[in-house]
């Protein structure tokens, strides 16, 4: 026999069922994506500058020999 579960969804972090619309199961869980969101964000921009730097270094380098 198929049990009905109520409709929910799954926190974004550890997958437990959470209330439908919530994101989150737990304050812990709200906070480690956030510091995972802001890992990321600083990654992407040490990405960046690094990119910025190897074209800028490649350009100079291009015109100077």
């Known amino acids: 026999m198929t049990e009905m579960l109520p409709e929910h969804d799954h926190c974004q972090v550890c ?3 959470v209330e439908l619309g919530q994101k989150f199961c737990s304050q812990k869980c709200e906070d ?5 969101t802001k890992r990321e964000k600083l ?3 040490l990405f960046l500058a690094a990119a910025v ?3 800028i270094v490649l350009t100079v380098s291009f015109f100077v020999i």
């Open 15 to 17: 997958d437990d069922p």
């Open 32 to 36: 480690d994506h956030q510091r995972d």
């Open 53 to 55: 730097v190897v074209v």
């Open 43 to 45: 990654k992407n921009y």
